[in-house]
């Protein structure tokens, strides 16, 4: 289906095909849902690390998950040790962290947190090697 105008400041006739001006808006509106998700989905705080030779991690996941209860702008926690990978895949690394927040302004104000700085000094004490990774969510399947 056509459409078709007269333009009275360019003084011509315009053609708009409907098929084609129906892709824009649905494109407009997939771009703006995706905007929305990242300026107002979840941010995630990912750590990857290795600690040192002769730390004690259990106190190190205590203090971490005390840290987290304590703040509540960590929407939620989750840790894991590599059980299954190959040692020239993991790269030395042994451990994974994700922090989940509402939004980038929560993860900003968790970051400069008294109780954050007091024991990043701890935690980065007793690292050997680390992998940071801060980014928006993008959902792709929601969690059943």
């Not at 990912?46 to 203090?63: H, N, Q, R, S, T």
């Not at 042994?94 to 927040?101: E, G, I, P, R, V």
């Not at 980065?124 to 969690?143: N, Q, T, W």
């Amino acid at each position: 289906m056509r459409l078709a105008w007269h333009d009275s400041d360019q003084m011509g006739t315009v053609e708009v095909d409907m098929q084609i001006m129906c892709v824009y808006i649905v494109m407009g509106f997939v771009a703006h849902l995706l905007h929305r998700a990242v300026i107002m989905g979840d941010f995630k705080h990912l750590v990857i690390a290795k600690f040192k030779e002769g730390v004690v991690v259990d106190e190190i996941l205590k203090g971490m998950e005390k840290l987290v209860s304590e703040v509540d702008a960590v929407k939620s926690f989750e840790w894991g040790q590599d059980l299954e990978s190959q040692e020239m895949l993991r790269q030395g690394f042994t451990h994974a962290f994700l922090m989940t927040f509402g939004n980038q302004g929560d993860f900003t104000a968790f970051m400069s947190h008294p109780n954050h700085v007091e024991f990043s000094t701890t935690f980065s004490a007793a690292i050997e090697k680390i992998l940071l990774l801060d980014f928006p969510a993008v959902p792709v399947k929601a969690p059943k």
